[in-house]
């Protein structure tokens, strides 16, 4: 299990993924994290992880803020989450929980990725959660 954040809000273009520079909790060694990066690699094959993603967002300007949690560099789009923000600077709380079924040949990186058209920003302090359950 691995829980991540980030002390210091972030703007993400479209297709940028979110760093995380804290470590709150990690045991186990099912997961492989490298500090300020934002990508956690799931370490075990045929595997099934709980993944959860819960952050503020708001646009850079008034207008939409989209994220989603993303698996080996394709959104899953279960995960989407869209935040209607009125002005620049106004931020929502979001939150999605899927489940990630490896493969046989490798396990996979989690990211979580700005999908939408329009530059966001993502408040300090945002939460994922990777927890492997089978």
Known sequence: MIVLS?????????GQSATFDTIVSHTGNAECFRPTSGAVRLRC???????????????TAAGAAQIAVSFDGSPLLETTMISQTAA??????????TSVNTCCCNGGAITVVN???TE???????????????
């Open 45 to 59: 094959r045929n595997a099934i992880y709980n993944v959860h993603c819960g952050a503020n967002i708001g646009a």
């Open 115 to 117: 999908t939408g058209t």
């Open 88 to 97: 620049a600077g106004d931020l929502n709380s979001v939150n999605r929980e």
């Open 120 to 134: 966001i920003t993502l408040g300090a302090n945002p939460l994922l959660y990777i927890r492997r359950v089978a």
């Open 6 to 14: 980030n002390s210091v809000a972030q703007t993400l273009a479209p």
